[in-house]
Structure formats: C-alpha cells, structure tokens
T-cell receptor, first 112, second 113 residues
Framework: TQLLEQSPQFLSIQEGENLTVYCNSS?????LQWYRQEPGEGPVLLVT?????EVKKLKRLTFQFGDARKDSSLHITAAQPGDTGLYLC????????????FGAGTILRVKS | KAGVTQTPRYLIKTRGQQVTLSCSPI?????VSWYQQTPGQGLQFLFE???????NKGNFPGRFSGRQFSNSRSEMNVSTLELGDSALYLC????????????FGNGTRLTVT
C-alpha cells in the first residue's frame, strides 16, 4: 500500500471546469510538495506547504495542507488545456536529508 | 542557470547486464537523489547523496548502488539487470537545506529486454 494515497487516479474534464485532487496519509509529514510532470520530462515543483492548515495560491491553483499535516489537496479553478499533466504529491519524511515519498499521481486531461 | 542533466536519455540493455546512469546537478547543489518511476509503482525513492556520502536509502535490493563525486555529480549503477528494472530513472538535486525544493532532470529511460 502507498504511504500517500492520491485520488482520483484519472480525471478528464472540459475546459472551464473546476477540480480537486486529494492526497491522504496516516503519517505526519514535515512538509508536503506538489509537482506537475509532463510526458518526457521530470516533475516540476509547484508548491511546498509546511504549516498545518496552510493555504497557498498559485494563480488558478489552490493548495491546502491539513491541520494535522497528514493530508493535502490541490484545487484548480477554470481548468485549461495547458493544465493537462500528471500531478504528484510528495511528503518529506524525517528530519534529515531529502527523502520524499510520492503518491501514485493523478493524470489530468483538460479537453478544449 | 543550467538544470539537472541526466545521461543517457535512453538505454536498452539485456537481462544480466549492468548499467551506469549519470546525473549532473545544478551548480551549487550538494544533494542528489535518485528515483525510479514505473507505471505500476509510481515514483520510488532509491537513495540520496550529500557531500559524497549516502544520507538516505530506499527499499531497493543491493543491485542498485550509487556514488557522488567531489563536484556533486552522481552516478547510479544497477547490476544483474532484470526485466522489472525497466523504468524511468530520475535524478533530483537540491541545496543542502532539508526543505529545499527538488529540481528534477528529465530522466533516463531504461529498457531491459
């Protein structure tokens, strides 16, 4: 079983719709990161959330870290075809070094 | 500023062979991490090197090893290749703070036949 459960696995929506991707765990993370990956490329960091209850906005993307630092969500408003890609959440384990645990990812397809 | 560079981009090997993958981090980044990405298992942590020392290790067999050089460049080696080792191998570099963001390369696509 995955340490970080990400849902949904696949999402196909029309341009202009809103969507939310969830990332849940029974473990507490010191921080949680969201990445976006396009075919043939490595993941690119979108945001890092550190404090429980923290909300960060990046244009049409809103990221939230749960109060207990065990879960997070990514909400996209008015999705556009350019948002298409694989969205990954990743939790930082431990206090020493960079050991990220990734969720399985959400494949998002936005149709025009 | 140049990004993380991984070579080669594609590699085809036969079962039983060994392979070495290379990663050049962003200048000034001292931490290099390696991940394996497959459709079934997603991204899985292999190991992290900092200042030429392995600082963290994932749950992979001893056939997977790595090293880091004094210029922070890193190599990953897989011996006695198995079909299940076919994957995209990603390298990521970061500065030496624990919460520094990871910068990923575009990966090496390894196919084992």
């Amino acid at each position: 079983t995955q340490l970080l459960e990400q849902s949904p696995q696949f999402l196909s929506i029309q341009e202009g719709e809103n969507l939310t991707v969830y990332c849940n765990s029974s473990s507490v993370f010191s921080s949680l990161q969201w990445y976006r990956q396009e075919p043939g490329e490595g993941p690119v960091l979108l945001v890092t959330v550190v404090t429980g209850g923290e909300v960060k906005k990046l244009k049409r993307l809103t990221f939230q870290f749960g109060d207990a630092r065990k879960d997070s969500s990514l909400h996209i408003t008015a999705a556009q075809p350019g948002d298409t890609g694989l969205y990954l959440c990743a939790g930082l384990l431990g206090e020493y070094g960079n050991k990220l645990v990734f969720g399985a990812g959400t494949i998002l397809r936005v149709k025009s | 500023k140049a990004g993380v560079t991984q070579t080669p981009r594609y590699l085809i090997k036969t079962r039983g062979q060994q392979v070495t993958l290379s990663c050049s981090p962003i200048s000034g980044h001292r931490s290099v991490s390696w991940y394996q990405q497959t459709p079934g298992q997603g991204l899985q942590f292999l190991f992290e090197y900092f200042s030429e020392t392995q600082r963290n290790k994932g749950n992979f067999p001893g056939r997977f090893s790595g090293r880091q050089f004094s210029n922070s460049r890193s190599e990953m080696n897989v011996s006695t290749l198995e079909l299940g080792d076919s994957a995209l191998y990603l390298c990521a570099s970061s500065k030496d703070r624990v919460d520094s963001p990871l910068h990923f390369g575009n990966g090496t696509r390894l196919t084992v036949t």
